[in-house]
């Protein structure tokens, strides 16, 4: 507890940096390199006495509870910081629901009573990490990935992607070939989950042609995964884990042909310069291979007869950020937070005024004041 004595006594010039995701929770201080934590998204519901996640709510009054739950744990536990009159910074994606930023904004406002908040969109801070403002992001988490070109500081918003291919598909996978290897196993989501980071990767692209076929090579060998039971994880589970993640879907869609969709929907002059500036954040994309297997995939599709005639594009180029993938956004709001942007804050006073959080795609946040007298 020693380290956060110093905080509660300048908790005025500092801003707490929170990236709410749908399976982890990264929180920290403004200008620090790291979070100060990473814990899961969840809570245990004081009704029920059932551990849920902050995603799965029912409706808006359950997710108000469990977001007062969740974020009375996180300030008090966690953060070990009174909430009252301090300024939040929350990293969310472009694609949140309308009515979870609601209720975030009215929890920590009307529950909390914190001083200021700044929403900033994921995909936009997390290029505050490199010596770049062009880069084309690719995020890839828990429930889904999703990817938005940054060219010039400005996202290209028709050129958005999203897939549900993450996390949670590849916990599906394995539960699937485990269960048809050895029947009546009931494994939990989080030993899933720890059985992946564990035991498994992401095979070559060679290797991923030759599978399910009569020439397929040889399964690595089988791990023993201890707990309460032993488990043995055969080889072709851990090397099939990732493939549904590269597998085309009936729209002939991956999380290769995500980046390619996206460039090709990019101005002609733009296009080289995303290829060359490539980030991947996410838990996901930490997965051994996932990077040298999707530059495979994308060099092969180059070459293929739907983006051969549609893309000049050469060479394909990643950006290696000062950080693990998992809490790159997290880096790039801590770096916002310490720049002081008062305009982008919404205050606790013009929230009460107006009951409600600006939002770029409504009409009454975009009107222009216009104060001049019209002459008649």
Known sequence: MLRYEGIRYISD????????????????????????????????????????RIFNYIDIDDLYQLLVEFLHLLFFRHVAISPKDVRIVVLESLLTPTQFRETLAKVLFRHFEVGSLML?????????????????????????????PVYEGVPILKAWQALPLAACAVHECIKKDLTDSIPNLRIPEKTVEDIKVRTCFVTTLERSAKLGTDDAPSPPPAVKYPGLKTIEIPGYVRERAFEVLWERDNDNLSISTMILDAIVKCPVDTRRQLAENILLIGGTTMAKGFASRLKSELNTLLKSDLYSDKLKIQTFKFHK?????????????????????????????NYLKSNRVPDWVCLLDNQKDDTSNCGI
């Open 321 to 349: 950020a000062p950080s693990k993938p998992n809490y790159t956004a997290w880096l790039g709001g801590a770096i916002f937070g310490i720049a002081d942007l008062p305009a982008r804050c919404l205050t606790k006073e």
């Open 13 to 52: 010039k500092q801003m707490v940096v929170l990236d709410i995701g749908s399976a982890y929770t990264k929180f920290g201080y403004a200008g620090e390199a790291t979070p100060r934590g990473i814990i899961r998204t969840e809570v245990k519901c004081p009704e029920s006495k059932e551990i849920r």
């Open 120 to 148: 900033l969109p994921t995909h936009l801070a997390t290029i505050s990490t490199l010596g770049t403002d062009t880069v084309l992001v690719l995020d890839v988490g828990y429930q889904e990935a999703t990817l938005i």
